[in-house]
């Protein structure tokens, strides 16, 4: 699979991730139309934007790190196991063809973690050096998902939010800030970290477990604050999503659906999505833009809790429904053009694995 090919479909993925987003979110300010189940297009637009646009966009960093990746004939596979699991989370929500594919696609994940496992260095300061532990340990979090999914939804739902804190915060956000060129903590400490932070925000609630988000957060604010090769506004942006954590772990902000949906958002499309595929020398009149859409969406998420008024609903909608636009010409154009992604030194390399 050439990198264009990779390109574009890294594109389709990401817009139809977001369109699903922009629609969902209409539909929570009172549309009225939704063409499919709710639950089977949340499950569609999670597991898209996961499987299609952010890990083969980490792939990309990842290659420019030294990493083996997939050639082409298992890249070609692994599009075919996410085009499966997402028709089959659209038709019928965890069905036995979105666990075919899903499967298909965390194989690869795996194969990726085994043939990388020597880049694993406690001692290194360096964002991948924890990296292929924390994702396998991620994908040991998916089977007792699927086994409670049914009898104990309320265990399966701790079980997505560990297998989520460890998917975005240990494997996924670290190839961002490597590319994106901040500053990394001692890999054995962000590890630590992470895990703690799954457990307490997942199946292991427990006060004496409430350090690991204050951890993982001042491990944030204290990475914004040092990497200054880093951009400004990715640097605030971090910072902001590392003092959320910290506020969470000491109870200044009680950790609940909208806190967690906000949050994610705001990490996932902002440094995560940023560092991964935007520029990184520059702050571009584009990043400005979509930070700024960003920050109203996810305030408008989160403010509800605090006061409630139908207007926030409107709100969301129209800033994540620009946001969604933004972000489709934007990749549309990235893919069309052929570009090349600079390496988290600076270096060009593809875009994505080919």
Do not use: K
Not at 178 to 189: G, H, S, V, Y
Not at 218 to 227: F, I, R, Y
Not at 342 to 348: D, I, K, L, W, Y
């Amino acid at each position: 699979m050439s990198r264009a090919q990779s390109n574009w479909l890294i594109a389709l993925a990401l817009v139809g991730t977001v369109a699903l987003g922009a629609t969902m979110r209409a539909w929570f300010a009172g549309s009225g139309w939704l063409p499919l189940d709710f639950r089977h297009l949340r499950h569609a637009h999670t597991h898209l934007g996961w499987y299609g646009a952010i890990f083969p966009l980490a792939f990309g960093v990842w290659r420019a790190d030294g990493w083996q990746l997939p050639g082409r004939a298992m890249m070609a596979t692994y599009w075919v196991a996410v085009a499966v699991s997402t028709v089959g989370f659209v038709r019928a929500g965890y069905g036995p063809d979105a666990i075919a594919g899903s499967t298909g696609v965390l194989a690869v994940w795996l194969w990726v973690a085994f043939r990388n496992r020597h880049q694993v260095q406690p001692r290194r300061q360096h964002w991948s050096a924890a990296v292929p532990v924390l994702l396998v340990l991620a994908a040991m979090s998916i089977p007792p998902v699927a086994i409670t999914l049914r009898r104990a939804p309320a265990l399966s739902a701790a079980w997505v939010q560990t297998f989520l804190t460890l998917l975005l915060f240990g494997v996924t956000l670290p190839a961002a800030l490597l590319r994106a060129r901040f500053r990394a903590p001692p890999a054995w400490i962000w590890l630590v970290a992470v895990v703690a932070a799954a457990g307490w925000l997942g199946v292991l609630h427990r006060p004496e477990l409430r350090w690991g988000p204050g951890l993982c957060g001042a491990l944030l604010v204290g990475c914004a604050g040092l990497s200054d090769r880093a951009r400004w506004d990715l640097r605030l942006v971090v910072g902001v999503a590392g003092l959320g954590w910290v506020a969470v772990a000491v109870g200044l902000l009680p950790f609940h659906t909208a806190v967690a949906v906000a949050g994610v958002h705001l990490v996932l499309l902002g440094p995560v999505l940023h560092g991964l595929v935007g520029p990184i020398d520059r702050v571009t009149p584009f990043s400005v833009i979509t930070l700024g859409l960003l920050s109203i969406m996810c305030a408008a998420i989160w403010l509800p809790s605090l006061w409630p008024a139908p207007a926030w609903a409107q709100v969301a909608a129209w800033s994540g429904g620009a946001l969604a636009l933004s972000w489709s010409v934007w990749i549309v154009r990235w893919a069309a053009t052929g570009s090349q992604r600079p390496s988290a030194t600076g270096s060009q390399q593809p875009s994505a694995t080919h």
